[in-house]
């Protein structure tokens, strides 16, 4: 698309690349009205990277649509490189690269295709064009991969490829709207590597909407959103100062680290507890230091430590105030109290031996073992491509073996897949209930679907609609919810027969500190109950909370045990304490530069 003529006034140096002044934002739906943005103002200094962060419904999303004339404001006004964005939007989108959630690549097109298609679209002269691709793939590792359909390209690949598109004509201002949602350690650490070099060399200027408060921490300056308002607006460090002396490191050797830390965030005072490595992370509202007799009575051997605060930390406190506030205040969610399976004895429920998994004369999966307790939470994880996703979908028997053995519940995958399958519960990935359906009907259907009916059924229902707090929108479609009340329903629905086994997709991608919080609990109180649970994840800080972890690359298993061995096991000089991601990037370096290309 060629610019048009019209002229740019002159840029203030003090306003920033990307202002927003009071801008007001409403959405109407059926009979209601959803106000997405109220009273927004801010200013994006020009030449770095700000970051976007804020919960589930917040608005990341329309105040990026907003930025680049996708929408217009109700009130305001919005100018981006001195454009005003809303009468001058066919300027602002020729110089404003934007890059969505879910980008436009075209699967049955090449890499090369949709190169060209973009710079049609944007209109790049095309005497620049070879010039520009290949700075493009050598940026992003693409350059041997011209000719591969981008419908074949793994996850990580596909987002380096989307943000090629939208470099292919040179902006002033980058807009990435999560861009690393659901891409392994190793391609979000690429990708950021790929920003920074964009900011350094072009003096670029990024706005990056991120889940990942790891990556909130590496921005130049961040924005809170909440509920459509501005919490606050700074570098990482102004946050963090506010939790300074807030911070501990909790260790309760005769107890389980999932035990301790449901122990504390249930305590008052308590403003988080989460597992941080083989110790529990504790933020109070005070900076009195805890008393570990109040907090864990009875527990021998308890020690509490001071540690530097987090951007998390600051985050998840406002959060907690501004519900406190509006009288919505968090809570730890409800034990389930369905305990039938604590009784059904121990050993492996889930066996794999020898698998192999063959699309043509492409082996996904090579030769894998491993077994899974009864009651453990078993964590698998990967870089894109690496097969952990064909494994989890020949364990749930979404896909058959080509060798080996799976069995799940004491029953061979190939031989009794149906009465394995209604002993599992499964949640994948993406949102797969029926969003045209409310609450209660997605809950209706999955439990009929289940063999439940009659007083049993509406049992299970109503116990769900409490459990997961969805009483509120048991009459809204599930299309229109918030995605952590999306996700809660998801899970709600995959227990509605009360499996003993519950198999977990990557099911915190994308929601927020808060909602990824409440999620756990509801798995550790299921584990409690001797429920197995297998989970995917490529939040590593997720890794620690699980009993054992394997980590697969190139269809096989790197590493096999708990956190704490898998992380002894990649200490170094430079990294005496290695973190679970370090130790995940470690691992995935130490193969053949070849082998985990398809990321």
Request: hydrophobic share 40%; net charge neutral; glycine share 10%.
């Amino acid at each position: 698309m060629a610019a048009p003529a019209t002229a740019r006034p002159a840029d203030r140096a003090d306003e920033g690349v990307l202002v927003f002044r009071d801008v007001h934002k409403q959405f109407v739906v059926g009979r209601r009205t959803i106000p997405a943005l109220r009273g927004v103002s801010f200013a994006v200094r020009r030449g770095g990277v700000t970051g976007l962060i804020g919960p589930d419904g917040a608005g990341k999303t329309t105040l990026m649509r907003l930025a680049v004339g996708l929408f217009t404001p109700d009130s305001g006004r919005i100018t981006a490189l001195g454009f005003d964005a809303t009468s001058q939007s066919l300027a602002v989108q020729s110089q404003v690269g934007y890059m969505p959630q879910r980008f436009g690549l075209y699967e049955d097109l090449s890499v090369q295709e949709n190169l060209d298609l973009y710079a049609d679209l944007q209109g790049l002269p095309h005497e620049t064009r070879t010039k520009r691709y290949e700075e493009l793939m050598q940026m992003t590792g693409l350059a041997r991969f011209t000719k591969r359909l981008a419908g074949k390209l793994s996850g990580g690949m596909k987002q380096k490829l989307g943000l090629a598109c939208t470099l292919v004509r040179p902006p002033q201002l980058l807009l990435l709207d999560e861009p690393t949602v659901g891409v392994d350690p190793v391609s979000r650490r690429e990708l950021w590597e790929i920003v920074y070099g964009l900011v350094k060399k072009q003096g670029l200027s990024v706005l990056l909407s991120t889940a990942y408060m790891d990556e909130a921490e590496r921005c130049d300056e961040v924005i809170l959103l909440h509920e459509g308002e501005v919490l606050g607006h700074g570098p990482p460090q102004q946050f963090r100062d506010r939790m300074r002396r807030h911070a501990w490191l909790v260790s309760a050797p005769e107890l389980k680290k999932r035990t301790v830390q449901a122990k504390l965030a249930a305590e008052a005072g308590v403003v988080d507890a989460v597992i941080q490595g083989e110790q529990v992370r504790l933020v109070m509202e005070t900076d009195a230091v805890p008393d570990a007799g109040r907090l864990l009575p009875e527990v021998a051997g308890v020690s509490i430590e001071p540690v530097p605060p987090r951007l998390e930390d600051s985050f998840v406190a406002m959060l907690r105030q501004r519900r406190s506030a509006d009288g919505t205040s968090w809570h730890r969610p409800p034990a389930p109290q369905n305990s039938k399976h604590g009784n059904n004895g121990t050993g492996p429920v889930i066996e794999v031996s020898h698998v192999q998994r063959r699309f043509g004369d492409f082996y996904a999966v090579k030769d894998v073992n491993f077994h899974v307790e009864r009651g453990e939470v078993f964590g698998l994880l990967g870089a894109n491509g690496a097969g952990k996703s064909t494994t989890f979908r020949m364990l749930c028997g979404l896909l058959p073996v080509s060798a080996g053995s799976v069995r799940v519940a004491g029953l061979d995958l190939r031989h009794a897949a149906a009465a394995a399958r209604g002993r599992i519960g499964y949640m994948s990935q993406k949102f797969s209930l029926y969003g045209n359906l409310s609450v209660r009907e997605n809950l209706r259907f999955f439990s009929s679907a289940y063999g439940l009916s009659g007083a049993r059924q509406r049992e299970q229902m109503d116990r769900a609609l409490d459990e997961f707090e969805l009483a509120a929108v048991a009459g809204t479609n599930s299309l229109d919810l918030p995605l952590g009340h999306k996700q809660r329903l998801a899970m709600a629905c995959a227990l509605m027969h009360e499996p003993e086994i519950l198999f977990l997709d990557e099911p915190t991608s994308g929601v927020d500190p808060l909602a990824r919080r409440e999620f756990w609990s509801r798995i550790n109180a299921r584990a409690e109950q001797a429920v197995t649970i297998m989970v995917t994840t490529h939040f590593m800080e997720e890794a620690d909370y699980c009993d054992r972890l394997a980590i697969m690359a190139d269809g096989k298993i790197l590493a096999l045990g708990t956190p704490g061995e898998i992380k002894k096991h990649q200490r170094s000089a430079a990294q005496p304490e290695p973190t679970m991601e370090e130790a995940f990037i470690g691992l995935i370096e130490q193969l053949e530069p070849t082998a985990g290309v398809a990321r």
